[in-house]
């Protein structure tokens, strides 16, 4: 008999962007998989048990999951942010595409969540208002000439780029690299934001222009927003600076 299999995202951290729905499969799974820390952010009941793994180590978890669901478990498997953005519900399918039939009846319930950009965007304005995109800076699972590419392509084409995973122990120059490769596409007064930790306690956010974009002010709990040559700052007087896209376009890059 197959189970069920919830694919769920805790949002960025703080407890009160996680979703009703979210936290009403928490509540109905009986098993959970997921990365220590993320695991960390749910109460869950003596009844529930919980089996972490290490980040990166998606694929097997996926599988583990999938194995307790094909038994008949209700099983939950737990990202942070957004489980469908650079995370664990494309392993789940991943497993699914090359795994036994079998895994096909799971009855599969994969949940949105806030995701990382969504959650920086909205602390210093709207820099997502007009089109945007979102680009992984690990090339663990992509070539680095991949990412030169989109990134390229993106600035040319006018878009907000968000980046996720910019800088690691393991990748150390590649958000510098990036910041070097947009220079020559973009204009050095462009907006850079560095949102680190959003919505939780050791959150940092700061907002620098290309020119000067420093990459040693990320790290792996950043997400960085590059803005197009239409993003704006407004300064105000002892407040935060705010920086918006807006909704229209005047017909600059990439057109
Ligand atoms: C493997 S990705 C997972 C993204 C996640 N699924 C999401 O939707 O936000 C991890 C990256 O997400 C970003 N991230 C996750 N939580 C964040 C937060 N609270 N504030 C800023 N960036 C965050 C960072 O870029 C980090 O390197």
């Given at each position: 008999?197959?189970?069920?299999l919830?694919?769920?995202?805790?949002?960025?951290?703080?407890?009160d962007?996680?979703?009703p729905e979210?936290?009403?499969?928490?509540?109905e799974?009986?098993?959970?998989?997921?990365?220590?820390?993320?695991?960390?952010?749910?109460?869950?009941?003596?009844?529930?048990?919980r089996?972490?793994s290490?980040?990166?180590?998606?694929?097997?978890r996926?599988?583990a999951?999938?194995?307790a669901?094909?038994?008949?478990?209700?099983?939950?498997?737990?990202?942070?942010?957004?489980?469908?953005?650079f995370?664990?519900a494309?392993a789940v399918?991943?497993?699914?595409?090359n795994?036994?039939?079998?895994?096909?009846?799971?009855?599969?319930?994969?949940?949105?969540?806030?995701?990382a950009m969504?959650?920086?965007?909205?602390?210093?304005?709207?820099p997502l208002?007009?089109?945007f995109?979102a680009?992984?800076l690990s090339?663990?699972?992509?070539p680095?000439?991949?990412?030169?590419?989109?990134?390229?392509?993106?600035?040319?084409?006018?878009?907000?780029?968000?980046?996720?995973?910019p800088i690691?122990?393991?990748?150390?120059?590649q958000?510098?690299?990036a910041?070097?490769?947009?220079r020559?596409?973009?204009?050095?007064t462009?907006?850079?934001i560095?949102?680190?930790?959003?919505?939780r306690p050791?959150?940092?956010?700061s907002?620098q222009?290309l020119?000067?974009a420093?990459?040693a002010t990320?790290?792996?709990?950043?997400?960085?927003?590059i803005?197009?040559?239409e993003?704006?700052?407004?300064?105000?007087?002892?407040?935060?600076?705010?920086?918006y896209?807006?909704r229209?376009?005047?017909?600059?890059?990439g057109?």
């Amino acid at each position: 008999m197959s189970g069920r299999l919830f694919v769920i995202g805790t949002g960025p951290g703080n407890p009160d962007q996680m979703t009703p729905e979210a936290l009403a499969a928490v509540s109905e799974a009986t098993v959970f998989f997921g990365y220590g820390p993320y695991l960390d952010r749910l109460s869950l009941r003596p009844d529930q048990t919980r089996q972490a793994s290490d980040n990166r180590e998606e694929l097997d978890r996926a599988g583990a999951a999938l194995r307790a669901a094909s038994k008949g478990s209700v099983v939950c498997v737990v990202s942070g942010g957004d489980p469908g953005v650079f995370a664990m519900a494309a392993a789940v399918c991943e497993a699914i595409d090359n795994g036994p039939d079998e895994w096909r009846d799971i009855d599969l319930v994969i949940l949105p969540g806030i995701t990382a950009m969504l959650a920086v965007a909205a602390r210093v304005g709207a820099p997502l208002g007009h089109d945007f995109c979102a680009i992984s800076l690990s090339d663990n699972l992509k070539p680095w000439a991949t990412i030169e590419k989109r990134l390229r392509a993106a600035a040319e084409g006018g878009f907000v780029i968000a980046l996720y995973n910019p800088i690691s122990k393991a990748r150390p120059w590649q958000l510098g690299k990036a910041f070097e490769l947009l220079r020559g596409h973009l204009p050095e007064t462009v907006p850079v934001i560095f949102g680190r930790a959003a919505g939780r306690p050791d959150e940092r956010i700061s907002v620098q222009p290309l020119g000067a974009a420093d990459a040693a002010t990320a790290d792996m709990a950043t997400c960085v927003i590059i803005g197009s040559v239409e993003t704006r700052v407004i300064g105000r007087n002892g407040k935060a600076d705010i920086v918006y896209t807006p909704r229209f376009s005047l017909g600059g890059a990439g057109d």
